[in-house]
C-alpha cells in the first residue's frame, strides 16, 4: 500500500487532475469574485468548449489545443451577449448587486438549460469523444499519455499567465482590487462596469478553454457540465469564493484527495467525496479553507 501511494504515476494522475479542476474553477471565480456572480451554467460552458474542439477536430483535423482560442472566443461571445443583454443593466446600481447575487443562480440555470437543449436538438444527445495524442510514452518508469502531458502543460500555462496578469499588470491589479473590495475600487477611480465586462467575458473564455482540454480524454455529451459545475463550486468553496490564488491551490488539493481516495477506496466513493466535500465546507467554514471574510 505504501508503494502505491508513493507512485509516480499516481503523483502524476493527481497533478493532471489539479491543474485541470484549477483551470476549471478559475472562470467561475474570477466571475464571483468582481460581480458575485454564482454561474450554475459554468460547467455548460466548458461543453460548450468541448464541442467546439470536438468538431474542429473531427472535420479539419485541427489539433485540439490550436483550436483553443476559437473555443474560448465562443464561450467569450455567450459570455458578451448574456451580459449586454441580462446582466449589465442589474449591475449598474450598487444598490441592485445584493438582488443579482440572490437571483444569479435561478437566472443561470435557465441559460444552463437553454445550452444544454440547444446543443441537444442540434447534435443529438449521444456520447461523442475523439481520439489525440493517445500514445502511451514511458520516462524512468512513469506512464503517460501524451493528452495528459498535454492536459498539464496547457493548463500550467493558462494558469501561470493568468496569476501573473492578475499581480504584474496595471489592469489586473485593478481587478484583483475589485475582487477585494468593489466599493473601495470605485472611490480610487476603477472603472468598475467596464472591469466586470472583461472579467466576465474572461471567465467565459476560461471555461471554453477548459472543455477544449476536457475533450481530448473524456467522452462529450449536452449534459456532461453538471459535475464540472460541482466540482468547481466545491474548488472555490474550498479556496475561498473570489480568492484566485486560493482557488488555484484548492484545484490542486482537490485533485490530489480524489486520486488518492479512489486508489484507497472506491471509484464509487467519488461522488460521495465531492458532494461531501462540499456540503462539509458550508457548514464548517462558509469562508474557505483558504479564503478570509469578504468585505463588500
Known amino acids: 500500500m505504501i508503494e502505491i501511494l508513493i507512485s509516480p504515476q499516481l503523483a502524476f494522475s493527481a497533478l493532471v487532475l489539479g ?3 484549477s483551470l476549471i ?25 468541448a464541442y467546439t474542439t470536438f468538431w474542429i477536430f473531427t472535420l479539419t ?13 465562443i464561450a467569450a461571445a455567450i459570455g458578451a451577449i448574456l451580459y449586454f443583454s441580462i446582466f449589465r443593466r442589474q449591475l449598474s446600481g450598487i444598490d441592485r448587486v445584493e438582488r443579482i447575487e440572490a437571483n444569479s443562480l435561478l437566472l443561470f440555470f435557465g441559460v444552463s438549460v437553454i445550452l444544454q437543449n440547444t446543443v441537444g436538438m442540434m447534435f443529438s444527445g449521444s456520447p461523442r469523444a475523439y ?21 498539464l502543460i496547457f493548463a500550467a500555462i493558462v494558469l501561470t499567465s493568468v496569476v501573473i496578469f492578475l499581480t504584474r499588470s496595471q489592469y489586473g491589479l485593478s481587478i484583483s482590487a475589485l475582487i477585494q473590495n468593489q466599493t473601495a475600487a470605485r472611490v480610487v477611480g476603477i472603472n468598475v462596469s467596464r472591469l466586470q465586462f472583461v ?37 472555490i468553496i474550498l479556496g ?20 488518492y481516495v479512489v486508489v ?12 461531501g466535500l462540499f456540503v462539509g465546507i458550508l457548514l464548517l467554514r462558509p469562508e474557505g479553507l483558504l479564503g478570509k471574510t469578504r468585505r463588500h
Open 25 to 49: 474553477a478559475l472562470g467561475l471565480n474570477l466571475v464571483y469574485g468582481t460581480m458575485r456572480l454564482l454561474n450554475i451554467a459554468h460547467g455548460d460552458l466548458i461543453m460548450i468548449g
Open 240 to 259: 475561498g469564493l473570489g480568492n484566485i490564488k486560493g482557488g488555484i491551490i484548492a484545484g490542486m488539493l482537490l485533485g490530489f484527495v480524489e486520486i
Open 264 to 275: 484507497l477506496t472506491s471509484a464509487n466513493f467519488r461522488s460521495m467525496l465531492i458532494y
Open 131 to 151: 481520439q489525440f495524442l493517445d500514445t502511451v510514452y514511458e520516462v524512468s518508469g512513469l506512464m503517460m499519455t501524451g493528452n495528459r502531458l498535454a492536459i
Open 199 to 235: 472579467s466576465f467575458i474572461s471567465g467565459f473564455a476560461l471555461a471554453g478553454i477548459a472543455g477544449a482540454l476536457v475533450s481530448m480524454t473524456e467522452q462529450i455529451s449536452p449534459f456532461m457540465g453538471f459535475p464540472f459545475t460541482i466540482a468547481a463550486f466545491v474548488v
Open 19 to 21: 491543474s485541470l479542476y
Open 61 to 73: 483535423g485541427i489539433p485540439p489545443f490550436v483550436g483553443l482560442p476559437l473555443a474560448a472566443g
